[in-house]
């Protein structure tokens, strides 16, 4: 009789469904490598947030300026000092006139991403292009960009993701098909410009808010044309820590979590970005909020691992047939 009722009891949990698939909180962090300074003080950061956090994985976007106006000797050694073995390093643009140089491309002068005008900013000696706004290069000028910028990366003899990220965010429709036709398969660009509190001027918040309509800092990864043959799965950022105020950051990964608890099955992914130059400013308030935050159902990966989890269950961007 008893082995009867165990036999019985195994055959109603073989018919009963299955319980659905738990979900998880997939935190991306992010860091942008602007190709202005190598900044102890900021890998000092980034090292404290890791000690924290017990050693979480991160995403580094690095602009290949650092090794156009320098050694790459230099780059090479801040990426060996910056990038750990379960970390992603990625490829991160802005329109520095010294890389475009590197990529046999005549360098544009203008306009500026931040106000629109013929003026850019002179953030490094000798070297502007900072705030260019990308779309003043075509496509094949892009691509040139992208190659060299992956070129130089690789002499780190790290790998080299198919991640990328914009400078000002502005991966545009342009910018798009040049990544699609370099193998890019990841962005993380889109934003809520409303978190760009701090600019004098609005041109770049408007700018962003036409390019990337209807994203907010809960939006979810989408697929976004990356020419007829690729289609590039876009992490959208979540928050970008230098320009959110803690209480606003805690409130966002509550957000999260309730959003996971009311669908419990679906993965949430939240996309942090900071900054190497600006890190030590910023790292702290961010490690003690993500150490409070933190759960059971909490990950920590990088952007090609959270795009690959996000991957399968995405739609075909529209029009994509």
């Known amino acids: 009789m008893k082995r009867l009722a165990l036999v019985l ?35 000092a950061a980034i090292d404290a947030l890791r000690g924290k956090l017990g050693g979480v994985p991160i995403t580094h976007f690095v602009s290949a300026a650092y090794a156009t106006r320098a050694s790459r000797g230099d780059l090479a050694a801040a990426i060996d000092r910056g990038v750990h073995a379960d970390d992603e390093l990625a490829v991160h643009l802005h329109g520095w006139a010294s890389l475009a140089q590197a990529a046999s491309i005549a360098p544009r002068v203008s306009p500026s991403f931040f106000t629109g005008t013929d003026q850019l900013l002179q953030v490094v000696d000798g070297d502007t292009g900072f705030d260019l706004d990308l779309d003043a290069y075509d496509v094949p000028a892009l691509r040139a960009l992208l190659k060299t910028s992956r070129q130089i990366l690789e002499t780190s003899h790290h790998p080299v993701s198919t991640s990328f990220r914009a400078g000002g965010y502005l991966a545009t429709p342009k910018l798009l098909l040049a990544l699609g036709a370099e193998g890019i398969a990841v962005d993380s660009s889109a934003v809520d410009p409303r978190q760009l509190t701090g600019l004098d001027d609005d041109t770049l ?81 961010l490690a003690d909020v993500l150490a409070k935050a933190r759960d059971d159902r909490t990950i920590f990966v990088t952007a090609d691992r959270a795009a690959e989890l996000a991957r399968f269950t995405l739609a075909p961007p529209a029009g994509s047939g």
């Open 205 to 285: 918040a408007k700018r962003l808010g036409a390019l990337w309509p209807g994203v907010t800092p809960a939006t979810q990864p989408f697929l976004a044309h990356g020419g007829a043959l690729q289609s590039i799965v876009e992490l959208p950022i979540a928050a970008i820590v230098d320009d959110v105020p803690r209480a606003e950051l805690a409130r966002l990964l509550d957000g999260a979590r309730a959003r996971l608890r009311a669908n419990p099955g679906r993965d949430v992914f939240v996309v942090l970005a900071f900054h190497l130059e600006t890190a030590s400013d910023f790292l702290p308030q």
């Open 9 to 43: 009891a195994a055959a109603a949990a073989c018919s009963s469904p299955a319980a659905p698939p738990a979900g998880r909180v997939v935190m991306v962090l992010t860091v942008d490598w602007e190709g202005v300074e190598l900044s102890a003080d900021g890998f």
